[in-house]
């Protein structure tokens, strides 16, 4: 038996390929959209990619199932659990596994049975894995997708915060404790390999280590320790951070079926001139810049909002981007690849375009005006604060709302800030901070973006702000 982990750090997701070298077939669990990495490590290691699973139907990630599927002739096995509504729409064809609670299925010698494990979702499964081909009769290990994380387990607000189904946080709860009750009499040296680490919104507390055991979870993971329901639900529910607002989105892509690759349409390069950028901006179309927030507060085309190509590009654009409005991209064209890349992981499929980063000194040359923002120190704007001669927003999350605050802010979480334009007050300049200067940079972005134009970033955050003393 071969086992391969893929981790994509951008959205803190797990992924595997698991082969059976004797028969050189391998199946893909919880695959990304972009399914180049498996198919290319299969390939080097003698093996031919012949099925992929999913643990349930992903909120946070475009699945690459269906890709692996129309496109490699995968056979995919999928959860049949949870009723009707937590059906994948695409799975009717001869292609398709559907999956329930005892089931069992083989990849060559390697053996996997199916557990139902609702909580995080009513169709949620693991998979319980035995490597017969090495002559073993006992599992090694559990692929357990949101359900046990490495500290954590999988939050099950997430139907009702994210999607709307009313109920659903204190039914899934309840169901969570139901299904740890069956983790627990698993036998304790069995591995187990979980879809996503620390940084998901899928759950509060996740580890930073790939893997655990089911002994060593039973012993300090928060959630296997508590023995009462009501008081575990509780627990499970409280400090749960915002969920995204693109995952209700990625719960309808991944039920219906996403789009393939080939089929998305192929970015047109724009002219690099200010004609053509400012003809684009007279049409409504929306411009992304993913420069450097540091060079784009020293210049920036009017109209254009700033998501930098980092670590947290994938979320902070399903946050803030408009899926129904065609995109165009202010980028490095070698980056640009990257760039899609990290879109399409998400779902937002309709870039129509793209302009090289290059037309910034081309505004330059030609005299144009480029709109700035000021970034602040602490001791640079602590007076203005305290004689509120500035609007202090706080972009951080509530619970970092919550554990300190500048006490002349106001609370508007960035994620929520395009959609709350209109209690932003403009008798003031606005002084924008997060906790370390990054999110509140996007922030600047976006309310220059609509037309506030006094705008301040304060450089280091609330961090810096504390560790100098005000």
């Known amino acids: 038996m071969l086992l391969r982990y893929f981790y994509d750090e951008k959205l803190a997701h797990a992924s595997y390929l698991i082969g059976c070298q004797a028969a050189g077939e391998a199946i893909v669990i919880d695959p990304s959209r972009d399914v180049a990495p498996y198919l290319a490590v299969a390939k080097a290691e003698g093996l031919r990619v012949v099925a992929a699973a999913e643990t349930h139907i992903h909120a946070d990630f475009v699945s690459g199932a269906r890709e692996l599927m129309e496109e490699h002739g995968a056979v995919l096995y999928l959860s049949n659990e949870g009723g009707s509504e937590w059906r994948y729409l695409y799975a009717d064809g001869e292609k398709h596994r559907l999956l329930r609670d005892g089931n069992l299925f083989r990849i060559g010698k390697i053996s996997f049975e199916v557990m139902h494990t609702p909580g995080h979702t009513p169709e949620s499964i693991s998979l319980v894995v035995t490597d017969r081909g090495g002559g073993a009769d006992r599992p090694m290990g559990i692929f357990t997708g949101d359900f046990v994380f490495v500290g954590d387990v999988g939050r099950p607000d997430l139907l009702e915060r994210a999607v709307g189904v009313a109920g659903a946080s204190r039914a899934g709860a309840r169901q969570m404790y139901a299904s740890l009750q069956r983790f627990k009499e698993l036998p304790d040296y069995l591995q187990v390999w979980p879809a996503h680490g620390a940084g998901s919104a899928c759950g509060k507390a996740l580890g930073a280590v790939p893997s655990s055991t089911v002994g060593y979870e039973k012993m300090f993971n928060w959630a296997l320790s508590c023995t009462d329901e009501e008081s575990f639900g509780r627990a499970l529910l409280a400090g749960q951070p915002e969920p995204p607002k693109y995952f209700a989105r990625m719960k309808q892509v991944n039920k219906a079926g996403p789009a393939l690759l080939s089929s998305l349409p192929v970015p047109e390069e724009v002219e690099c001139a200010p004609r053509a950028v400012e003809a684009l901006l007279g049409r409504g179309k929306a411009i992304l810049d993913t420069r450097a927030s540091s060079h784009f507060a020293k210049g920036h ?20 981007i408009d899926y129904e409005r065609p995109l165009y991209l202010l980028a490095d064209p070698g980056r640009l690849t990257g760039i899609l890349r990290d879109l399409r992981a998400v779902g ?98 976006i309310l220059q973006a609509n037309g506030i134009s006094r705008v301040l970033n304060l450089t280091g955050g609330f961090l810096e702000w504390e560790k100098e003393g005000y």
């Open 301 to 320: 085309i009017a109209g254009t909002i700033n998501i930098p190509h980092n670590k947290s590009f994938p979320n902070w654009a399903g946050w803030l």
């Open 348 to 445: 937002i499929d309709n870039v129509a375009g793209y302009i090289d980063a290059a037309i910034i000194g081309k505004y330059r040359e030609a005299g144009l005006p480029l709109e700035t923002y000021d970034e602040v120190a602490p001791a640079e704007i602590a007076g203005r604060v305290r004689t509120n001669d500035v609007h202090v927003i706080d972009v951080r999350n509530e619970s970092e709302w919550h554990e300190g605050r500048i006490p002349q802010a106001r609370h508007i979480m960035l994620g929520t800030l395009p959609d709350r334009i209109a209690e932003i007050p403009t008798d003031k300049p606005i002084l924008l901070h997060c906790r370390s200067g990054a999110r509140s940079a996007i922030a600047a972005s």
